[in-house]
């Protein structure tokens, strides 16, 4: 498949809100693509690269390559090509990676070039979201939407079964069962603005606490054991722990949903950071295991022997998992009836919230577990930080933010009457909103250059975030996690801005 046709896909993905003409437009290209595209294709849609972070950044990016006059590239060689520009490293990487990039811009077209660059700056946001993907390969290869999606929740790939749909079709899907030691992609949770309003929508729930820790995935059958995160990646040589805790239970056979997360001397929960870092470490892993030891903490079971589990309702999936797993080891909870009892669930976030955890899931008793899915079923229910930041600079968008000035650098006052940077973000931002802040920053700006402008520390922006972690990367030696626009706070002056003593303040467990 030529890489013009999926940049104008994804445009035209962009251009329309309807989820009717998106499944329309990527079941056609899923009828015009080769099995071996797949693996391409549905990431380049997703504004995902398959190799990840290749360590290209503006002073490469911005450096204008006349544009080929017709579209040769097809996916597959954009993918190899990008594979070796991921591969460079040592000395001269810079200049190696610039001519590689330069070679990849001048064999494309103008629309190419910008698709590239809107994927290369993780700028390509278009809607083109799974669920809407399912349907349209559903619709392209005859295939019934419903059992699509469970094939992918049970292979935990959208590629491989679009692969093996594209080409055997829809016998395939015969292939996709639930399996003790392959990974499923986990079950998700809205978010909810407070504990009533869960209550409310949901009503005979259990209510239990969200821990600030790393999503796990446990699969023992027999004397063998692995675990895997959110994203599928194996982790069982990185703890220990966790795979004697698996061992030492009761059955032989199950897989098991949780999280790992890490407790201080006094029993609180460390920060999020300490435990990302445990988990994320390859090195030594004895030595990290005693200075950060991690304890699994589950709340829902998918198998327990040779019975798939995931069509019960949550109440009976709960009821055999506190047969396999002692209490210590599942998550805190309260169960209500409904509404009427709300106050019951009020006092147990309140209690979650003093004991340092970050919120509670409210979860419906009557639920199947939907591996992969967002479901309403399970909302989120967590305090909302929020700070008021002056912007800084402002990057340049792409694709259909090409224009527009979109990725904001947000900073805190500092003792000394500066600013000092905490992060960016191009989140939560409305298409009225960003063609007022383009307008607005250019008004402010000091100093353009390729990649955006740097303006005059004037503009407080009303910032939410889900919490605060450590950075070498920015000088305050913190950074904001989530971090996404509420709104512009005009009637603010930046003197009025939050400090950074303030938010260190306020998360007194991360220090830089």
Request: charged share 25%.
């Amino acid at each position: 498949m030529l890489l013009a046709r999926l940049a104008q896909v994804s445009r035209e993905v962009a251009a329309t809100s309807a989820r009717s003409r998106k499944t329309a437009l990527l079941a056609e290209l899923f009828r015009q693509a080769e099995a071996e595209d797949v693996p391409v294709v549905i990431p380049y849609l997703a504004g995902r690269l398959p190799q990840g972070r290749l360590g290209v950044g503006w002073r490469v990016l911005g450096r204008r390559v006349p544009p080929a006059a017709e579209p040769t590239l097809t996916v597959r060689e954009v993918d190899a090509r990008l594979g070796e520009l991921g591969k460079v490293s040592g000395p001269g990487a810079q200049a190696e990676r610039a001519r590689l990039v330069g070679e990849l811009m001048g064999a494309a077209t103008e629309d190419e070039q910008r698709f590239l660059l809107g994927l290369l700056t993780g700028e390509v946001r278009q809607g083109a979201l799974d669920a809407v993907a399912v349907e349209g390969l559903a619709r392209a290869t005859g295939a019934p939407a419903a059992e699509v999606r469970r094939a992918v929740m049970l292979a935990g790939s959208l590629q491989t079964v679009a692969q093996a749909l594209l080409a055997d079709g829809p016998a395939a899907l015969e292939r996709f069962r639930l399996t003790v030691g392959r990974p499923v992609l986990p079950m998700l949770a809205h978010s909810a603005s407070s504990v009533a309003e869960a209550v409310e929508k949901l009503g005979a729930c259990a209510v239990e606490e969200k821990l600030d820790g790393i999503r796990v995935q446990v699969h023992r059958d027999g004397g063998t054991v692995r675990i895997h995160t959110r994203t599928l990646d194996d982790i069982t040589a990185r703890l220990p722990e966790v795979t004697a805790a698996a061992l030492g239970l009761p059955g032989e056979r199950f897989i098991l949903d949780g999280e790992v997360i890490s407790f201080g001397p006094d029993g609180r929960p460390r920060s999020f950071q300490e435990t990302a870092g445990r988990v994320g470490s390859r090195l030594d892993v004895a030595t990290a295991a005693e200075e950060v030891p991690v304890s699994p903490v589950f709340f829902d079971v998918l198998t327990v022997g040779d019975r798939d589990l995931l069509d019960l309702p949550f109440a009976e999936r709960h009821a055999e998992l506190a047969r396999l797993v002692p209490e210590p080891m599942r998550v805190r909870r309260t169960v209500v009836s409904g509404p009427e009892e709300v106050a019951e669930a009020e006092r147990f976030l309140a209690d979650t919230l003093e004991r340092g955890h970050e919120g509670v899931v409210v979860k419906a008793l009557d639920a199947p577990y939907s591996a992969g899915r967002r479901g309403a079923a399970w909302l989120k229910v967590k305090p909302v930080h929020t700070l008021d930041l002056v912007v800084l600079a402002a990057e340049w968008g792409h694709g259909r933010r090409a224009g527009r000035l979109s990725n904001l650098h947000l900073g805190a006052r500092t003792a000394e009457g500066g600013f000092v940077m905490l992060g960016k973000t191009f989140k939560g931002m409305t298409d009225a909103m960003l063609a007022w802040q383009t307008e607005r920053l250019r008004d402010l700006a000091v100093e353009e250059r390729t990649w955006g402008v740097v303006v005059r520390p004037e503009l407080v922006v009303e910032i939410a975030y889900d919490g605060l972690q450590r950075s070498t990367r920015y000088p305050a030696g913190v950074t904001l996690r989530f971090a996404r626009v509420v709104r512009y706070r005009e009637d603010k002056r930046p003197e009025e801005a939050d400090t950074v003593e303030m938010l260190l303040a306020a998360h007194p467990g991360v220090r830089p």
